[in-house]
C-alpha cells in the first residue's frame, strides 16, 4: 500500500519569494509517478507537474520544480517567484506505475502568499 | 473541450434517500474514478474503473455503487444516504501511462 505524508501546517511566504512544499512518501513498488495538484479556493483540482520514479533529472512546470530524492523517498514542491494567486490548499499523490494503478493522495498543504 | 463534467454542482439530501452523481468525460480515458474530499482526510478513492463494463472498489466504497456502461458514463450512487457522507465528491479520469488524473469541478453534497 502506498502512503503520502504532508505534515507541514499551514505555510506562509512573502509575494516573489520561492517555497518549498514538503512531501514523502513510502512505497514498496519499484516504479511509480509522483504527482502534485493545486486546489484554489474555487475548489477545482489542477494538476501542476509530475515526476516519474526513474526520471533522472527532477522535473519542471514554468514555476513550478520538483526536488525528487529517491533514497530519502521526498519529492518536494518547490515554487519560484510566489504570486497571490498561489494562495491555495497543495496535495502530493503518488501512482505506482501501471494501467490500473490508483492515485493515492496526501492530506494537503495550505499556502498563503502575503502581499 | 467539456473535459470531465459532473452534475449536480450542489445537492441536499436527507438521510435514507438515494440519488446518483452523474459524471461524463469526452476525452476517450479509459480510466475514471470517484473521489471523495473531507476536511484534513485529503482525497480518498471510492470506485475507479478502468473501462466500460469493469469497475472495482477503492478505500472508502462502503454506502456507494458505481457502474461503467459506456466509456464516456461513470455515474456514482449513493444508495441511502447517511450524514457521514457529507463531502465533496470528484470525478476524474485519465488516460494511459504516465498520464495525470483530469478532474471535474466537484459535487459537494449535504446529507441532514
Known amino acids: 500500500a502506498q502512503k503520502i505524508t504532508q505534515t507541514q501546517p499551514g505555510m506562509f511566504v512573502q509575494e516573489k519569494e520561492a517555497v518549498t512544499l514538503d512531501c514523502t512518501y513510502d512505497?514498496?513498488?519499484?516504479?511509480?509517478?509522483l504527482f502534485w495538484y493545486k486546489q484554489p479556493s474555487s475548489g477545482e483540482m489542477i494538476f501542476l507537474i509530475y515526476?516519474?520514479?526513474?526520471?533522472?533529472q527532477n522535473a519542471t512546470e514554468g514555476r513550478y520544480s520538483l526536488n525528487f530524492q529517491k533514497a530519502r523517498k521526498s519529492a518536494n514542491l518547490v515554487i519560484s517567484a510566489s504570486q497571490l494567486g498561489d494562495s491555495a490548499m497543495y496535495f502530493c499523490?503518488?501512482?505506482?506505475?501501471?494501467?490500473?494503478?490508483?492515485?493515492?493522495f496526501g492530506k494537503g498543504i495550505t499556502l498563503s502568499v502575503r502581499p | 473541450n467539456a473535459g470531465v463534467t459532473q452534475t449536480p454542482k450542489f445537492q441536499v439530501l436527507k438521510t435514507g434517500q438515494s440519488m446518483t452523481l452523474q459524471c461524463a468525460q469526452d476525452?476517450?480515458?479509459?480510466?475514471m474514478s470517484w473521489y471523495r474530499q473531507d476536511p484534513g482526510m485529503g482525497l480518498r478513492l471510492i470506485h475507479y474503473?478502468?473501462?466500460?463494463?469493469?469497475?472495482d472498489q477503492g478505500e472508502v466504497p462502503n454506502g456507494y455503487n458505481v457502474s461503467r456502461s459506456t466509456t464516456e458514463d461513470f455515474p456514482l450512487r449513493l444508495l441511502s444516504a447517511a450524514p457521514s457522507q457529507t463531502s465533496v465528491y470528484f470525478c476524474?479520469?485519465?488516460?494511459?501511462?504516465?498520464?495525470?488524473?483530469?478532474f471535474g469541478n466537484g459535487t459537494r453534497l449535504t446529507v441532514t
Open positions: 476524474a479520469s485519465r488516460k494511459g501511462g504516465d498520464s495525470p488524473l483530469h
Open positions: 512505497t514498496s513498488d519499484p516504479s511509480y509517478g
Open positions: 515526476q516519474g520514479s526513474y526520471d533522472q
Open positions: 499523490a503518488m501512482r505506482p506505475t501501471g494501467a490500473n494503478s490508483k492515485l493515492t
Open positions: 476525452m476517450n480515458h479509459e480510466y
Open positions: 474503473s478502468v473501462g466500460a463494463g469493469i469497475t
